[in-house]
Protein backbone atom coordinates (compact mmCIF):
# COMPACT_ATOMS: atom_id res chain seq x y z
CA UNK A 1 0.00 0.00 0.00
CA UNK A 2 2.75 2.54 1.00
CA UNK A 3 3.87 2.02 -2.22
CA UNK A 4 1.36 2.32 -4.52
CA UNK A 5 0.55 6.06 -2.66
CA UNK A 6 4.07 6.61 -3.69
CA UNK A 7 3.45 5.79 -6.97
CA UNK A 8 0.28 8.49 -6.54
CA UNK A 9 1.89 10.95 -5.15
CA UNK A 10 4.70 10.71 -7.89
CA UNK A 11 2.34 10.93 -10.86
CA UNK A 12 0.45 13.55 -9.56
CA UNK A 13 3.51 15.26 -8.92
CA UNK A 14 4.68 15.24 -12.84
CA UNK A 15 1.16 16.10 -13.68
CA UNK A 16 1.12 19.33 -11.50
CA UNK A 17 4.82 20.16 -12.74
CA UNK A 18 3.76 19.63 -16.40
CA UNK A 19 0.90 21.67 -16.22
CA UNK A 20 2.74 24.72 -14.33
CA UNK A 21 5.50 24.47 -16.74
CA UNK A 22 3.18 24.47 -19.70
CA UNK A 23 1.32 27.90 -17.74
CA UNK A 24 4.50 29.26 -17.38
CA UNK A 25 5.79 28.91 -21.00
CA UNK A 26 2.31 30.91 -21.77
CA UNK A 27 2.89 33.60 -19.76
CA UNK A 28 6.52 33.93 -21.03
CA UNK A 29 4.56 33.98 -24.74
CA UNK A 30 2.11 37.51 -23.14
CA UNK A 31 4.87 38.94 -21.79
CA UNK A 32 6.17 38.65 -25.41
CA UNK A 33 3.17 40.14 -26.36
CA UNK A 34 2.73 42.84 -24.12
CA UNK A 35 6.55 43.67 -25.25
CA UNK A 36 4.84 44.17 -28.70
CA UNK A 37 1.78 45.80 -27.54
CA UNK A 38 -0.57 43.08 -28.43
CA UNK A 39 -2.95 43.49 -25.44
CA UNK A 40 -5.23 40.87 -26.65
CA UNK A 41 -2.90 38.50 -27.47
CA UNK A 42 -1.60 38.93 -23.96
CA UNK A 43 -4.85 38.33 -22.39
CA UNK A 44 -5.37 35.27 -24.50
CA UNK A 45 -2.25 33.73 -23.54
CA UNK A 46 -2.87 34.53 -20.07
CA UNK A 47 -6.21 32.95 -19.94
CA UNK A 48 -4.77 29.78 -21.45
CA UNK A 49 -2.11 29.95 -18.66
CA UNK A 50 -5.19 29.97 -15.91
CA UNK A 51 -6.63 26.47 -17.62
CA UNK A 52 -2.94 25.04 -16.89
CA UNK A 53 -3.03 26.32 -13.76
CA UNK A 54 -6.38 24.93 -12.65
CA UNK A 55 -5.33 21.81 -14.12
CA UNK A 56 -2.51 21.16 -11.92
CA UNK A 57 -4.19 22.80 -8.72
CA UNK A 58 -6.42 20.26 -9.37
CA UNK A 59 -4.50 17.55 -9.45
CA UNK A 60 -2.53 18.86 -6.16
CA UNK A 61 -5.78 19.73 -4.43
CA UNK A 62 -7.19 16.12 -5.02
CA UNK A 63 -4.09 14.57 -3.22
CA UNK A 64 -4.51 17.38 -0.15
CA UNK A 65 -8.20 16.26 0.05
CA UNK A 66 -7.65 12.34 -0.17
CA UNK A 67 -4.59 13.05 2.89
CA UNK A 68 -7.30 15.59 4.52
CA UNK A 69 -9.79 12.62 4.66
CA UNK A 70 -7.27 9.76 6.20
CA UNK A 71 -5.03 8.41 3.28
CA UNK A 72 -1.75 8.14 4.61
CA UNK A 73 1.05 9.45 1.73
CA UNK A 74 4.44 8.96 1.91
CA UNK A 75 7.00 12.34 2.36
CA UNK A 76 7.64 13.02 -1.41
CA UNK A 77 10.35 15.49 -2.69
CA UNK A 78 9.14 15.85 -6.02
CA UNK A 79 5.52 16.57 -4.98
CA UNK A 80 7.04 19.31 -2.87
CA UNK A 81 8.75 20.56 -5.91
CA UNK A 82 6.19 20.29 -7.72
CA UNK A 83 4.03 22.69 -4.98
CA UNK A 84 6.60 24.97 -5.60
CA UNK A 85 6.65 25.31 -8.90
CA UNK A 86 2.95 26.04 -9.13
CA UNK A 87 3.05 28.80 -6.41
CA UNK A 88 6.05 29.79 -8.41
CA UNK A 89 4.16 30.06 -12.27
CA UNK A 90 1.07 31.48 -10.20
CA UNK A 91 3.22 34.51 -9.05
CA UNK A 92 4.57 34.67 -12.09
CA UNK A 93 1.13 35.21 -13.66
CA UNK A 94 0.12 37.45 -11.20
CA UNK A 95 2.90 39.98 -11.77
CA UNK A 96 2.49 39.74 -15.51
CA UNK A 97 -1.72 40.52 -15.31
CA UNK A 98 -0.73 43.42 -13.22
CA UNK A 99 2.26 44.41 -15.69
CA UNK A 100 -0.58 44.02 -18.18
CA UNK A 101 -3.29 46.37 -16.57
CA UNK A 102 -0.34 49.14 -16.10
CA UNK A 103 1.18 48.73 -19.60
CA UNK A 104 -2.64 49.08 -21.17
CA UNK A 105 -3.35 52.11 -18.79
CA UNK A 106 -0.08 54.23 -20.45
CA UNK A 107 -0.86 53.08 -23.41
CA UNK A 108 -4.17 54.72 -23.30
CA UNK A 109 -2.63 57.68 -21.97
CA UNK A 110 -0.20 57.85 -24.65
CA UNK A 111 -3.53 57.39 -26.83
CA UNK A 112 -5.00 60.67 -24.88
CA UNK A 113 -1.54 62.54 -25.16
CA UNK A 114 -0.99 62.15 -29.00
CA UNK A 115 -4.61 62.79 -29.29
CA UNK A 116 -4.63 66.44 -27.92
CA UNK A 117 -1.11 67.15 -29.60
CA UNK A 118 -3.29 66.46 -32.94
CA UNK A 119 -5.97 68.63 -32.15
CA UNK A 120 -5.49 72.20 -33.80
CA UNK A 121 -5.22 75.07 -31.17
CA UNK A 122 -7.66 77.49 -31.29
CA UNK A 123 -6.55 80.34 -29.91
Request: charged fraction near 30%; hydrophobic fraction near 40%.
Amino acid sequence: MHEQKRKEMSLAAMEIILHAGDAKLLVDRALEQMAQMDFEGAEELLKEADEEMLKAHNCQTGIIQDEASGSEYPNCLLFNHSQDTLMTCMSHSSMAKSLLTIMKGFAHRLDELSQKEEEPNEW
